[in-house]
Every structure is written in C-alpha cells, then in structure tokens.
T-cell receptor, first 112, second 114 residues
Framework: GENVEQHPSTLSVQEGDSAVIKCTYSDSASNYFPWYKQELGKRPQLIID?????GEKKDQRIAVTLNKTAKHFSLHITETQPEDSAVYFCAAPKGGSEKLVFGKGTKLTVNP | NAGVMQNPRHLVRRRGQEARLRCSPM?????VYWYRQLPEEGLKFMVYLQKENIIDESGMPKERFSAEFPKEGPSILRIQQVVRGDSAAYFC????????????FGQGTRLTVV
C-alpha cells in the first residue's frame, strides 16, 4: 500500500527566511498531492495541492514542486511569518483509490 | 455551506462506556473519511465510507470500533467499551468523490477516557 514519508519532523526558521518540507511516496499510481496546515487545536486545512500533470504550482508565498520520477514532492514557503507556525501534513492517495495517506507532519516554528 | 460538522466537539467517557462520534459531510459530498490523531502525532486513516457502504476499513481496530454512513443522517463512528488508549482527536473529512478531489475536514471530536 501507499507509504508517505515526511521530513523534517520539526523545523525552526527566522521570520523572513524560507522553509522547505519534503515528502516521498511509494505508489507510482498516485497522482494527487495535497498539503494541509493544522494550527494548534484546529482542523487540518488544505493550503495547496498539485496534480501529476504539472511539476510546480505557486500561490503567493507558497509553492509545491513534484518530481514523479523520483516520487517526491515538496512544500516551499518564502518570506515566512509567525502566523505560518503550524503543523504541515503532506498526503497522497493510495493508488487507484480516493483514500488519502498522510505523512507524519512537520511542526514549523517561525521565530520573530 | 456549513462545512463538515462534527459533534460533539469534546466527549468525556469513563472506561467501559460507549462513545459515539457524529459527522455530517458538506452538502453534496457523499464520501466520508475518519482519521485519528494522537497528541503530537499525525493523522492515521481509520475508515472510508460512501452512503450505506464501507469502502475501506483497513485502519480500524478489529474490535470495539465500527462505523456507518446511513442513507439518511450523519456518519457515526462508534467505540464500544472505551479504554484510556482511545483518548485522541477524531477527525472526519468529506469529499464529493472521484479521483484527485479535495477532502475537507471537520473540527474534530476530542475524546477523553477517564
């Protein structure tokens, strides 16, 4: 079945720096890769997603890149702000199904 | 659109009691997923349901846990004879179905077993 590995588990940056979180997946049939942000005590919320027909997608300070050959995708946050502090989860569907398998999460701390 | 609604938000049960967690999907969504999240940990898949059908329950413990999504009404995650280890946040997500569609999460139910 699908296995999603996420690194690092914790990440601390200074305000204004960039942050990069990486995920690898095992099922080559996966073709949809969402990223969720979960603030303390709140629900996970989708912040960006990418489908396998593109290699990169940007939305203001957030971008996601996908390398299907290597089976990895990354979240890039530029000009980080304290409100970016949260836990970020990547996910990938089990190939041929709609079941999302999540990475273990990355706790991002942006220091003012 | 009210979004995915879960209730109760907080639930306290004594060991041995039953816990019932409810999830109403977003309007127009026919697919429901349940995830469990332990403190400081990730989201663990439990079960995936469509109306009146369990599609994938590979993440459900073999005993004491069950889920349903009836034709009418919310999806229910039921935990019988709860134990302390069941204490966690249980999140429900819904989607309209089909491949590559976004899943929207509810606020979660925080279950505490005392």
């Amino acid at each position: 079945g699908e296995n999603v590995e996420q690194h690092p588990s914790t990440l601390s940056v200074q305000e204004g720096d960039s942050a990069v979180i990486k995920c690898t997946y095992s099922d080559s049939a996966s073709n949809y890769f969402p990223w969720y942000k979960q603030e303390l005590g709140k629900r996970p919320q989708l912040i960006i997603d990418i489908r396998s027909n593109v290699g990169e997608k940007k939305d203001q300070r957030i971008a996601v890149t996908l390398n299907k050959t290597a089976k990895h995708f990354s979240l890039h946050i530029t000009e980080t702000q304290p409100e970016d502090s949260a836990v970020y989860f990547c996910a990938a569907p089990k190939g041929g199904s709609e079941k999302l398998v999540f990475g273990k999460g990355t706790k991002l701390t942006v220091n003012p | 659109n009210a979004g995915v609604m879960q209730n109760p938000r907080h639930l306290v049960r004594r060991r041995g009691q039953e816990a019932r967690l409810r999830c109403s999907p977003m309007k127009g969504h026919s697919h429901v997923y349940w995830y469990r999240q332990l403190p400081e940990e990730g989201l663990k898949f439990m079960v995936y349901l469509q109306k009146e059908n369990i599609i994938d329950e590979s993440g459900m413990p073999k005993e004491r846990f069950s889920a349903e999504f009836p034709k009418e009404g919310p999806s229910i995650l039921r935990i019988q004879q709860v134990v302390r280890g069941d204490s966690a946040a249980y999140f429900c997500a819904s989607s309209p179905g089909g491949m590559n569609t976004e899943a929207f999460f509810g606020q979660g139910t925080r279950l505490t077993v005392v």
